[in-house]
């Protein structure tokens, strides 16, 4: 029975609802109706934090149903991915505002990726999270101006830019917030409040009336009714027309029912205890609306094709513990419900297609206080897989053998079966095609011919048999009679010659070498009875005394050869030898397979006296040998190696950590668990093979960091699984500005590279598998998942190693050698001069008293000698910085302004400038320059930096890093170059300029932050565009040379 909806009908509850989505009718022939749907039992998976609600959608782009769950009592979204087969993946927790009510899937900034919208009901917001393609997301930011009391959302183009907007229902207010897409980047504008009815709780979007303009439906649950928005095409203008909706409308849901082209609506009707059904009209009206009974308090409806019949049936959840399935007719009526019981305490549902068999399976959200679960409970097919028969026959030349899947007792929707094969007296893959395979029925396939290889060998072996057997049937199939077939190979080929080749063992002889050559058997004309045959010659040890030859006393043959024409077999080697007499049986091989005799009368018994030659070769390693570092833990690491192989004999393997004897281990253990480790400290390991002489082979090296000790009071769970990925993605090397040919290209499971350049001056680029690996640069960290590293090239070769630390501490190290083809400065830093301020690149500096005004122009030698800054808005201060000797250009006419700058070529321009300077009050001393220098990385810094590091940290300029390190071939940063501009005059010169307060300025680094306004108030450095400081991006060789002649100007004041 059905009714009409009158307005004024009261509701008993009403839940918060998640927002609407559209359903799209599945693409295909619309078959008569099936028997009632039938489902599998609930499965659960935890999800914590109280599900509020759960929705389905493709959150990874693999064209799967995955599970989005809103947890609002610890204000997070639950990710599940879809397996494809009915199951889904552990739950991934992405945080969100307070008590999230709603979520729309889409792809809100253009970049492909599916993501997500969040309504939160508490704070009156909207988290946005961007996909990172995977299933995963990252909070990208929140939007205010919504609510009070978000209820629902929805995602479309609401002002017609190409970009999908927001429209969010809010509660309390009665109305619905339009918020507008900035440009397509996810960032979103509040754009207008358009009012509804009374709390409004879920709405719905698309063109309703064909004007290519997209509007919006919203179910007012506080005054029965629907409003539908007509849009006119810039989200801010909406006409309102109110429809009755049922006692309490809650959860739209916007469909086509009757198959007319046009959107229908469906709600949950609270108060009429049923589910209401508006069709759509002509020119986006509807029709009066139809209640169908549905139970108690319906709080929600979904909609899906569960019987496989082409037509959208409704789902409706109540609160007697059981959910109603109406059928649909296609035509936009439904049948009587059926009545489903479900898990306790579940009031929230929705429906996907989760395990592939055509029918629409169901996602419940249940939430107590002992557990918040998501329930999957996916269709089921009830039907019988068999074998057509249980025999099937192939002659062997055949090609192929061929049983029959049958499917009984229902054909709607797919499912499937395993099939595998096992052998009989047939072997796999030797007579035929091993099988093991799932194979899928479509809706409608009653059965399948299933054709398996069979394979010819050219070998008479008689016939043979394998067995074909079905198992796990998916879907709710079960396995009927016969359930395997014994599947005959008949064999084709004619009985073969089984007589063997006659042996005449007198008349084989030994060739007795001296130590250090093999020694060879050999068979003189007449040994073999026919030619053609294959001999070989096995080693007797007559265990028993017994003389005669018994299992297990042959050891493995020798290949002496094939026969000749006159019974002959050329000499072939049986190994280097001790003196002493050794036992062979002799046996020769046709070509039919027949083996002559291996028994004492082919024994053939040899004497050698050879002396044995010192042993004097060491082990080695296998091939592309490495050590392997792994199961890294706090305390210790798992050290692995391949097996060494020597001459005579490995006897054993010496373990080394930081280059003293850990242990050693003997000849058949190829692996030793290091502990009592100190945490996050870097250790390296070495092993050597050893033999019996003594000698040992080359070392496998690696070094691996161990993971930091967890806090007192951490958690208590189990720790991560590490990664093992140490390759890199990625490597470039460019000199000056251009990017420079590897030799071989790049690849990442190659390690050795070359390079050309012909400046002194370089840039090393890479890009880590693993996001969570780390690089270093001949022993300087540069870096995790990618970076780059600044190099000085001397004339010649440069060799630069790039060790990759993976997550669970392995190591790889790639090398890349440079030459150098141009003759350099001297080994000066790249741009600058070690000696001369003159721009000769030799002699002395100038006297600091007859020093160029550094606010002169530039003259000969200066900023016009550049070819590639000119224009440049740095050109001038380039010029000047020329003229007083402290920077310079490349070999090649250019100066590169945009370049960065490093650590190691700014200090030195720095000490040049203080050197030289009269007032500065930072000369350097003889004891700055003798003493060592103070960091971890001290031999890295190159030997033209070397003086001027120590002068400036002697001089308070510079301090290193927090693990002791300088990093000489770092960029330096922008929020670097103001502290040592600051320490460099040390507050002693006046200000000239005035307090600066920069747009970025909560970016700037608290250690920074006061040299930067210090420099800043002296005029020593500015902000780039939109008055942005950037403390964190890289200085250019431009802004270096801006900042000395301002600090030159600033000295010499």
């Known amino acids: ?77 639950a990710v599940l991915l879809g397996r494809g087969d009915g199951t889904f993946g552990a739950p991934a927790s992405f945080a969100v505002g307070s008590n999230p009510r709603a979520v729309a899937i889409a792809d809100l900034d253009g970049d492909h990726r599916p993501d997500l919208a969040v309504a939160n009901f508490m704070d009156n917001t909207v988290s946005i999270l961007k996909g990172n393609g995977d299933g995963t997301f990252r909070t990208w930011g929140s939007v205010a101006g919504v609510g009070p009391e978000a209820s629902g959302i929805a995602a479309a183009d609401l002002n017609g830019d190409g970009f999908p907007d927001l429209a969010v229902v809010n ?32 709405l719905a979007a698309w ?11 919203v179910a007012n649950s506080g005054s029965n009714t629907v409003s539908i928005l007509k849009n006119d095409g810039t989200g801010t203008q909406f006409s309102r027309v109110d429809y009755a909706a049922g006692s309490s409308p809650n959860r739209m849901k916007a469909a086509d029912l009757n198959g007319d082209g046009l959107k229908d609506l469906v709600f949950a009707a609270n108060g009429d205890h049923g589910i209401a059904v508006l069709l759509g009209s002509a020119g986006g009206g509807f029709g009066q609306a139809v209640v169908y009974p549905a139970g ?30 109406l059928m649909g007719n296609g035509d936009g009526t439904f049948r009587s419900p059926i009545s489903y019981p479900y898990p306790p305490y579940a009031f929230y549902l929705e429906t996907g297609e989760f395990n592939g068999d055509g029918r629409s399976d169901i996602v419940l959200a249940s939430s107590t206080s002992s557990h918040t679960s998501i329930y999957v409970m996916n269709s089921k097919a009830e039907g019988t897989f068999s074998l057509a028969s249980d025999t099937s026959e192939t002659a062997e030349n055949g090609g192929t053998a061929n049983v029959t899947i049958k499917r009984a007792g229902s054909s709607t929707g797919q499912t499937s079966v395993r099939i595998r094969t096992t052998d009989g007296t047939a072997v796999a893959g030797k007579d035929y095609a091993v099988v093991d395979e799932v194979v899928v029925l479509q809706d409608g396939e009653t059965s399948r011919n299933y054709p ?108 002496l050869g094939t026969s000749s024409a006159d019974g002959s077999v050329p000499a072939a080697d049986i190994g280097d030898l001790a003196p002493g007499s050794y036992v062979y049986v002799i046996t020769a091989t046709d070509a039919a397979g027949n083996e002559s005799a291996k028994d004492a009368g082919a024994a ?58 850990l242990t050693t281990v003997s000849a058949d253990t190829y692996s030793y668990r ?17 033999d019996e002489a003594g000698n040992g082979s080359t070392e496998l090296a690696g070094t691996v960091r161990t993971l930091a000790v967890p806090a007192s009071g951490g958690s208590s769970g189990s720790s991560p699984s590490l990664s093992a990925e140490s390759r890199l993605q990625e490597l470039r090397f460019t000199a000056g500005e251009k990017e420079a040919a590897l030799t071989p290209g790049f690849q990442p499971g190659v390690s050795d590279y070359a390079a050309e350049s012909e400046t002194d001056r370089g840039v090393i680029r890479y890009k880590t598998m693993d996001s969570a690996a ?9 870096g995790s998942a990618s970076g780059e590293y600044a190099a000085s090239l001397s004339e010649g070769v440069n060799v630069f190693k790039i060790a990759v630390q993976a997550e669970d501490g392995s190591t790889r190290e790639y090398k890349l050698k440079v030459t150098r083809k141009a003759a350099g400065q001297g080994g000066a830093g790249p741009g600058t001069k070690p000696d001369s301020g003159s721009g000769t690149g030799t002699g002395t500096p100038p006297d600091p008293g007859t020093k160029p005004d550094p606010g002169a122009e530039p003259g000969a030698g200066g900023g016009s000698r550049f070819a590639d800054i000119s224009g440049h808005w740095a050109e001038a201060d380039i010029g000047r910085a020329v003229v007083l000797g402290l920077v310079d250009g490349y070999e090649d006419g250019t100066f590169h302004p945009d370049a960065t700058i490093n650590r190691a070529e700014w200090i030195v321009m720095l000490e040049r400038l203080l050197k030289d300077a009269e007032t500065a009050g930072k000369t350097s001393t003889d004891a700055a320059a003798k003493t060592p220098l103070p960091f971890a990385d001290g031999g890295a810094i190159p030997a033209w930096a070397v003086r001027a590091v120590a002068d400036a940290a002697a001089n308070g300029i510079v301090s290193g890093y927090d693990d002791g390190t300088f990093r000489p071939g770092a960029s330096v940063t922008r929020a670097e170059l103001a502290v040592m501009l600051a320490k460099a005059v040390n507050g002693s010169a006046a200000g000239g300029g005035k307090a600066a307060a920069f747009a970025d300025e909560a970016d700037i680094p608290a250690w920074a932050r006061p040299y930067v306004q210090m420099s800043a108030e002296r005029g020593l450095i500015d902000g780039r565009s939109g008055n942005r400081f950037a403390p964190n991006e890289k200085a250019t060789r431009a802004e270096a040379a801006v900042l000395l002649v301002r600090l030159a100007k600033l000295l010499s004041s």
């Open 207 to 217: 063109d309703m009336d064909g004007d290519g303009k997209t509007d919006l439906a």
């Open 452 to 559: 398996i290889t069979v394979m010819d060998n050219q070998v008479y072996e008689g016939d043979k048999t394998f067995t074909v057997k079905l198992s796990n049937p998916a879907n709710g199939y079960v396995i009927g009679s016969p359930d395997e077939a014994v599947v005959t190979i008949r064999e084709d080929e004619a009985v073969p010659d089984t007589t063997p080749p006659v042996v005449d063992v007198a008349k084989f002889g030994v060739m007795d070498n001296y130590a250090g050559t093999p020694d060879r058997l050999y068979g003189a004309a007449g040994a073999v009875g026919e030619a053609g045959a294959i001999v070989k010659a096995y080693p007797w040890t007559d265990t028993d005394k017994d003389g005669i030859v018994g299992a297990g006393e042959l050891g493995t043959a020798v290949a």
């Open 604 to 661: 053939l018994t040899v004497t050698l006296t050879k002396g044995v030659s010192p042993d004097a070769e060491a082990p080695v390693w296998p091939a592309g040998g490495v050590l392997a570092l792994s199961s890294v833990t706090s305390s210790s690491v798992n050290v692995g190696w391949p097996e060494a192989a020597d001459n005579r004999a490995v006897t054993g393997y010496e373990l080394y950590r930081n280059g003293a004897l």
């Open 774 to 782: 780390r690089a270093a640069v001949n022993g300087q960290n540069v």
């Open 1 to 77: 029975m059905v009714r009409s909806v009158k307005k004024g009908q009261a509701q008993k509850w009403l839940a918060l609802v998640l927002g609407a989505s559209l359903v799209a009718v599945p693409v295909g022939p619309v078959k008569a109706n099936a028997a009632n749907p039938v489902f599998e039992n609930a499965v659960a998976y935890e999800v914590g934090g109280w599900a509020y609600d759960v929705t389905t959608g493709d959150v990874n782009g693999d064209g799967l149903d995955d599970l989005v769950s809103l947890n609002f009592q610890n204000d997070q979204v």
């Open 674 to 690: 290091a502990t009592g480790l100190t945490g996050d400290t870097l250790y390296s390991f070495a092993v050597k093979a050893k």
């Open 171 to 202: 509660n309390v207010s009665g109305s619905v917030s339009i918020l507008f897409n900035i440009g397509g980047s996810g960032n979103f504008v509040p754009g207008a409040s358009i009012p509804v009815g009374a709390y409004p709780r879920s």
């Open 296 to 325: 108690n308090y319906p709080l929600k409806v979904a909609l899906g094709d569960f019987d496989g019949d082409g037509h959208l049936d409704i789902l409706g959840q109540t609160q007697a513990q059981d959910f109603a399935v």
